[in-house]
């Protein structure tokens, strides 16, 4: 193996180790945590259009309860659909608040909202820009304390997403 891939190796392994040993058996998200994910998803219409986001969210707050937290941060998309010889192409930045409860271990299931910006381009008619609000409900499933899977079923550009996030 070249010199410069084990270094990254071993750079990468050296990174994890703070935030596996920050956990113990933990697989809610709590107030304080940070969270980044990525996830693809898909529009069912007359269209099917897919589309590619990221977020990051931070747990403000407990609420009520141990279980339930209120997480807010910031998501960004990029969506392309192709209309006949037009080509449509949507770039979205916002901001998401988030009602986290853990019904079960290893579980996060959230409902919450996300007011946005987006700008539309198009190639053959004038782009557009507007503000919109999103809601959205979906479950985070860990599959180790900081490595989780998600789906979640929204109102926005995509009706239902899949992708993966990381918790520390």
């Given at each position: ?77 990029y969506y392309k659909d192709k209309l006949g010889m037009a080509v449509e192409k949507i770039y979205i930045l916002g901001v998401r608040l988030n009602v986290h409860y853990q019904f079960v271990d290893r579980l996060d299931t959230y409902v919450g909202i996300a007011p946005n910006f987006n700008i539309r ?48």
């Amino acid at each position: 193996m070249p010199p410069n891939r084990l270094t990254l190796i071993l750079f990468a392994a050296f990174c994890c180790l703070p935030l596996k040993a920050q956990y113990t058996d933990l697989y809610a998200f709590e107030q304080g945590n940070h969270l980044i994910g990525a996830s693809v998803g898909v529009k069912l219409a007359n269209d099917n259009r897919t589309a590619v986001s990221a977020l990051y969210e931070y747990g403000l707050t407990r609420l009520f309860v141990d279980e339930c937290t209120l997480g807010g941060g910031l998501f960004g998309g990029y969506y392309k659909d192709k209309l006949g010889m037009a080509v449509e192409k949507i770039y979205i930045l916002g901001v998401r608040l988030n009602v986290h409860y853990q019904f079960v271990d290893r579980l996060d299931t959230y409902v919450g909202i996300a007011p946005n910006f987006n700008i539309r381009t198009y190639n053959f008619k004038k782009d557009t820009a507007k503000i919109e609000c999103y809601v959205h409900v979906g479950g985070r499933f860990y599959l180790t304390n900081w490595l989780g899977i998600f789906a979640e079923a929204s109102t926005g550009y995509n009706n239902f997403s899949f992708g993966v996030n990381v918790k520390f």
